[in-house]
């Protein structure tokens, strides 16, 4: 099996630590989560259940974090001092992973958009565009917040958290969040949060001592398999109860109300190897919805606008909305084989080759 950091999927640099395989396949559920919530459920459906495939949207703000736990895990010593041929390559990598299909895809909308209006191009790709210069952003941010966060764990998280909160009351407060939820420099405290994670789980798994500090003993007892069971189940618990409980609040989307259990799920599947919910997650299938979730994110909506959301007003017909995830991830399959891992892997030994030119020129 391989993952997002595998050759096969254009990844040429090398990693110093191995890949978290589960995590790739708790990506590609959150992802077909998005997918569900733009689909939408059948018109007669409960109102209960309308809201909670609308729910599975937070499968955006789940990605930032999973973002800081990613590059914390595969940077581990990055910062902005550890110069320019480090921050290059870093720098490169990330570029390579979002651009190219970003572009081709974008050049296609922009086509497909100047037959049906400047709407159909804001409705069809504005939250995908957002959403790529806000990860953008954030990865320019972590050599920025890397030695911080990685000195002060305890301060750098009651911080994130007190921004998170001080978001939401704003968000309610305002009643609008309309300049607010896409302002990129919300997110970062899902950045450090997901930073602090990663350590958290990298010595936890790692660590062939038992714990002796307090806060390192109550991570271990987390991240055993009994506990990581009942951490998954009320982290759903809790989603649910919320969702309902909101309903469709826009309030519902900001992290304040989900960083704390979306980091807690996080953590117990990094650091719990065995148990069935990361064997579940590391399967070949989910492992594949990972590793195309980002081609799948930027062309889901593409696909469902051509069908619409559901409106069949019975549960037969609503369930040819299974067809449209199915055909999205059919659509992201390919554009992800043929045009988003070649261009990755391009670019990168691209990269290499300059890079080595200029060094083997200098001396």
């Not at 990613?70 to 110069?83: C, D, E, F, I, R």
């Not at 109860?241 to 469709?248: E, Y």
Request: proline letters at 4%; hydrophobic letters at 55%.
């Amino acid at each position: 099996m391989s993952g997002l950091t595998s050759v096969e999927q254009g990844a040429a640099l090398s990693h110093p630590r191995p890949e978290i395989l589960a995590l790739t396949g708790l990506r590609g559920l959150a992802a077909v989560g998005v997918v569900a919530s733009q689909v939408g459920v059948w018109r007669t459906a409960p109102a209960f259940l309308h809201d909670l495939v609308a729910g599975a949207s937070l499968g955006v703000p789940f990605f930032f974090l999973l973002s800081g736990f990613v590059l914390a895990y595969n940077y581990p010593s990055l910062t902005v001092w550890s110069g320019r041929q480090a921050l290059g390559r870093y720098a490169m990598a990330r570029v390579a992973r979002l651009a190219p299909l970003f572009v081709v895809v974008g050049l296609g909308v922009l086509i497909l958009g100047a037959l049906n209006g400047g709407d159909w191009i804001r409705t069809v790709f504005g939250p995908e565009a957002w959403f790529v210069g806000t990860a953008l952003l954030l990865y320019c941010a972590y050599p920025l917040l890397a030695r911080v966060v990685a000195t002060s764990p305890a301060t750098s998280l009651l911080v994130a958290f007190a921004l998170q909160l001080v978001v939401l009351g704003v968000r309610l407060t305002t009643g609008s969040d309309a300049w607010l939820y896409r302002n990129p420099l919300v997110w970062v405290p899902d950045l450090v949060i997901g930073m602090i994670v990663a350590g958290l789980a990298t010595r936890t798994a790692y660590s062939v001592q038992r714990p002796t500090t307090r806060a390192a003993y109550w991570v271990y007892r987390l991240t055993t398999t009994r506990a990581a069971y009942l951490v998954q189940a009320g982290a759903v618990i809790y989603a649910v109860a919320v969702i309902i409980l909101f309903g469709s609040s826009s309030a519902v989307q900001y992290s304040a109300l989900w960083s704390a259990p979306l980091a807690l799920v996080i953590l117990t599947v990094a650091a719990t190897r065995g148990s069935w919910t990361s064997v579940l997650l590391s399967t070949n299938v989910m492992i594949r919805l990972g590793v195309i979730s980002y081609a799948l994110f930027l062309l889901h909506t593409i696909v469902v606008h051509g069908f619409g959301p559901v409106h069949a007003g019975s549960l037969a017909n609503g369930l040819l909305a299974i067809a449209w995830i199915a055909l999205a991830i059919v659509v992201a399959e390919g554009a992800h084989r043929y045009l988003g891992a070649p261009a990755r892997r391009t670019l990168l030994n691209h990269a290499r080759r300059t890079a080595s030119e200029v060094r083997s020129n200098a001396s």
